[in-house]
């Protein structure tokens, strides 16, 4: 079975502050696709990362795929009160197939 | 959520009742999955469907459980004799045909079951 590990499971910081959420695995992935969810919505795909070491940027969201296709980072600069929520990463496979979900990240930002 | 719609977006049944669940994929879109989430956990893949087969169903318990994506209409996700345990939200989401490189998923909003 491949998981994928998010860290920290609960981050609660100050309007302001930055942040980088972690999701590791022993497994290589085809590509890694970062969620958004609030609560009682489905997830809101962000962004899809597939090349090693690859990054991309989503205004003050700054996503990173690990060199082996392994790891995967979410770093926010100056986070706001409006980036409350679960963020969860996910692993794919090949094209068609079904996605590996980490357990989340709950941020809550305090204003 | 890029248009993928399910309905109902709650749904309440007594143990033993029957549960079905619908997903409507973004327009365009041959591939459905779906995912069930437990208070609290991430989402745990449960099955993938072309339209009229079933892809992968390696994540679906075994017994009471069954999808299907016909030719015409919504996927169904349906659940015989629900019990407490199945209580969760589950998720439907989408992706493009054989051939699009990255699989990309867009999810719908849910249906929240609560079994009583």
């Known amino acids: 079975t491949q998981l994928l590990e998010q860290s920290p499971q609960f981050l609660s910081i100050q309007e302001g502050e930055n942040l980088t959420v972690y999701c590791n695995s022993s497994?290589?992935?085809?590509?890694l696709q970062w969620y958004r969810q609030e609560p009682g919505e489905g997830p809101v795909l962000l962004v899809t990362?597939?090349?090693?070491?690859e990054v991309k940027k989503l205004k003050r969201l700054t996503f990173q795929f690990g060199d082996a296709r392994k790891d995967s980072s979410l770093h926010i600069t100056a986070a706001q009160p409006g980036d409350t929520g679960l963020y969860l990463c996910?692993?794919?496979?090949?094209?068609?197939?079904?996605?590996?979900f980490g357990g989340g990240t709950r941020l809550m930002v305090k204003p | 959520n890029a248009g993928v719609m399910q309905n109902p977006r709650h749904l309440v049944r007594r143990r033993g009742q029957e549960a079905r669940l619908r997903c409507s994929p973004v327009?365009?879109?041959?591939?459905v999955y779906w995912y069930r989430q437990l208070p609290e956990e991430g989402l745990k893949f449960m099955v993938y469907?072309?339209?009229?087969?079933?892809?992968?169903e390696s994540g679906m318990p075994k017994e009471r459980f069954s999808a299907e994506f016909p030719k015409e209409g919504p996927s169904i996700l349906r659940i015989q004799q629900v019990v407490r345990g199945d209580s969760a939200a589950y998720f439907c989401?989408?992706?493009?045909?054989?051939?699009?490189?990255?699989?990309?998923?867009?999810f719908g909003p849910g249906t929240r079951l609560t079994v009583l």
């Open positions: 989401a989408s992706s493009r045909a054989p051939g699009f490189p990255y699989n990309e998923q867009f």
């Open positions: 497994s290589v992935f085809s590509s």
């Open positions: 990362v597939v090349t090693g070491g």
């Open positions: 996910a692993g794919g496979h090949d094209a068609g197939n079904m996605l590996t």
């Open positions: 327009k365009g879109h041959s591939h």
């Open positions: 469907l072309q339209k009229e087969n079933i892809i992968d």
